[in-house]
């Protein structure tokens, strides 16, 4: 059974930084396409970014709004994925979820931690 | 890159079927076949329901359709119950390398 399960959030004033992760389970984490995606309260979702496996070059892309304040990376000896965080906006308030990307899709997804950034 | 344009809300009886619409570009929906559709419910995590415009994951109800023309992409549920009362977002592809949501469609069942 996949599982996915994120931890790390909470709460952080403008400009801080928070690094959260995502322990991964039930499937071959190395050979997965990864990504982040965010919810603000009451709002929809919104994609953050996503790495690619190692074989497929370990590449990152990121949406526009957080390109050069956030960081995606992966520890596949510890099958867990990662989201630093700086220059943290109150925007940027939500529930962040970690996602495999399959087949363009995000096919399973975590139960979500919640990130308030707030002075 | 914008989000994707979505109706707000929809609705329909038990038994009816009701489509949900997906509008794009042709930088995003018009362009590829990667889109897809996600149901979530109140405090839970989204579900994938519909892959690669049409397909469905193991596990997903044959209710669930999706198709695709031009720049916009569907999702249709058909024999509507009160289980699919939702949140539904679409999700594509872009030309940017990055993916885009739909603002969502909330689904009511009447």
């Known amino acids: 059974e996949v599982q996915l399960v994120e931890s790390g959030g909470g709460l952080v004033k403008p400009g801080g930084s928070l690094r959260l992760s995502c322990a991964a389970s039930g499937f071959t984490f190395s050979n997965a396409w990864m990504s982040w995606v965010r919810q603000a309260p009451g709002k929809g979702l919104e994609w953050v970014g996503r790495?690619?496996?190692?074989?497929?070059?370990?590449?990152?892309d990121y949406a526009a709004p957080v390109k050069g304040r956030f960081t995606i990376s992966r520890d596949d000896s510890k099958n867990t994925l990662y989201l630093q965080m700086n220059s943290l906006k109150t925007e940027d308030t939500a529930v962040y979820y970690c996602t495999t990307h399959r087949s363009g899709s995000f096919d399973y997804w975590g139960q979500g931690t919640l990130v308030t950034v707030s002075s | 890159q914008s989000a994707l344009t979505q109706p707000a809300s929809v609705s329909g009886s038990p038994g009816q079927s009701i489509t949900i619409s997906c509008t794009g570009t042709s930088s995003d929906v018009g362009g590829y076949k990667y889109v897809s559709w996600y149901q979530q419910h109140p405090g839970k995590a989204p579900k994938l329901m519909i892959y690669?415009?049409?397909n469905r994951p193991s596990g997903v109800s044959n209710r669930f359709s999706g198709s695709k023309s031009g720049n916009t992409a569907s999702l249709t549920i058909s024999g509507l119950q009160a289980e699919d009362e939702a949140d539904y977002y679409c999700s594509s592809y872009t030309s940017s390398s990055t993916w885009v949501f739909g603002g969502g469609t909330k689904l009511t069942v009447l």
């Open positions: 790495i690619k496996s190692k074989t497929d070059g370990g590449t990152t």
């Open positions: 690669n415009v049409s």
